[in-house]
């Protein structure tokens, strides 16, 4: 599955709506009319569509914008502009619309298109305009440390941080269901998104390119009370070259020809090798997420599926511990409740914002 990560900017929200006949209207995130507020918003909209455009519906954020130093400001800024029936020529705060979503495009509903269909008809609809009108930051990536860096520089432009979205599988806009396929990552996120969870390979896969002659990914898997190893993510993050080669060294002498018994996963999961329950590694995750495929809490969370980590990262190896020892699925199963509450705040934060 592919991932899109956007710059989660801060400012307001908007749904700006553009009619066949050419008037605009522009709706907060609670569908309250903010035209009078943003009569430059209504300006820039008619300039940066295409002229083939004839009409349309923008998921954005509207941002406070310093064109002197071409710099992003922070919301408080934005929040000193009046209210409603704002006169052009009297407006103290630019604005600059970043453009993350198209809804209805010439007379067609766009809801049920994946992201990836609704973002190209998006940037083939609109010209961007420095200071004015940009598309959300963006890049598509499955590498936690890729991912970090981008996060440091959405941080470092006055952005709050990313939001990660999925591109191409359950991507359809359902309003009502954004905190399940969106995932906000402040700043601070990564480093303290709960506990690291204590995690046991039981496989691996073959290094390809740089990776040639040592494993390059690895399967990992909980304990479970009933004395299982439940698959949980496949991970071949956070590991420098040298490390790449100890792990690799060290897990080669416990190869076995076949999977324990005991060994929880799913049928499309096929490693190049498998390993006798040895080491335990602690990891932490940007999230964790409902998984038809891993096996590690299977049935307490969901009938008939398990839970996986998205985007784990290899932090270090426990050599105090034993895998009998490795975070248990019942552990699993409470961060990701404690997980969904938090995403539960994060979606009013979010419908704050």
Known sequence: ??????????????????????????????????????????????????????????????VAYDHEKKKILPFQVLSTR?????????IKVDVCIFAFDILYLDGKPLLQE????????????????????????AITSNDLEEIQKFLEAAVNACCEGLIIKTLDKEATY???KRSHNWLKLKKDYMDSIGDSLDLVPIAAFH????????????LLACYDS???????????????????????????????????SYY???DTITPDVWFEPSEVWEVKAADLTISPVHRAAFGRVEPEKGISLRFPRLV?????KVPEQASSSELVAEMFHAQSNNHRNNQDEMEDD
Do not use: W
Request: net charge positive; hydrophobic share 30%.
């Open 82 to 90: 009046a209210r409603k029936n704002v006169v052009m020529s009297d």
């Open 1 to 62: 599955m592919e991932f899109t990560c956007e710059y989660k900017y801060d400012g307001e929200r908007a749904q700006i709506h553009y009619m066949e006949d050419g008037s605009v209207e522009i709706y907060s995130r609670n569908a309250e009319r903010n035209t009078g507020k943003f009569p430059d918003v209504v300006v820039a909209v008619n300039r940066v569509k295409k002229l083939s455009v004839s009409s349309f519906v923008l998921d954005c954020e509207l």
């Open 207 to 218: 290094g390809r390119g740089k990776r040639a002659g040592v494993y390059g990914a690895f």
């Open 264 to 266: 929880r996963y799913g």
């Open 226 to 260: 009933n004395k299982e190893y439940q698959s949980i993510c496949k991970i071949g993050t956070g590991f420098s070259e040298v490390m790449l080669e100890e792990r690799s060294t060290s897990l080669r002498s416990k190869v076995i020809p076949n999977p324990k």
């Open 174 to 176: 359902e309003p009502s």
């Open 316 to 320: 270090r190896i426990r050599e105090d």
């Open 114 to 137: 994946q992201l990836n269909v609704r973002r190209k008809l998006l940037y083939d609809s609109f010209v961007e305009a420095p200071g004015s009108f940009h598309f959300a930051t």
